[in-house]
C-alpha cells in the first residue's frame, strides 16, 4: 500500500491506485511524501 493525501481537502489515506478521495472525492490526489524526500525539498528551497 502507498500513502496518499488529497489536493483538496488534505484527507490522508492508503490505496492501492486510488482514483478519488474517500473523503471528498476528488481527483486530484498526490502520493504522500516521506522524511527524506521532505528534506531534500527543504534544502532546495533554502538553497
Known amino acids: 500500500m502507498v500513502k496518499y493525501v488529497c489536493v483538496n481537502c488534505n484527507y490522508r489515506f492508503e490505496a492501492k491506485e486510488p482514483l478519488e478521495c474517500p473523503y471528498c472525492g476528488n481527483e486530484k490526489i498526490e502520493k ?7 528534506l531534500e525539498e527543504i534544502e532546495r528551497y533554502l538553497k
Open 32 to 38: 504522500e511524501k516521506n522524511a527524506s524526500e521532505l
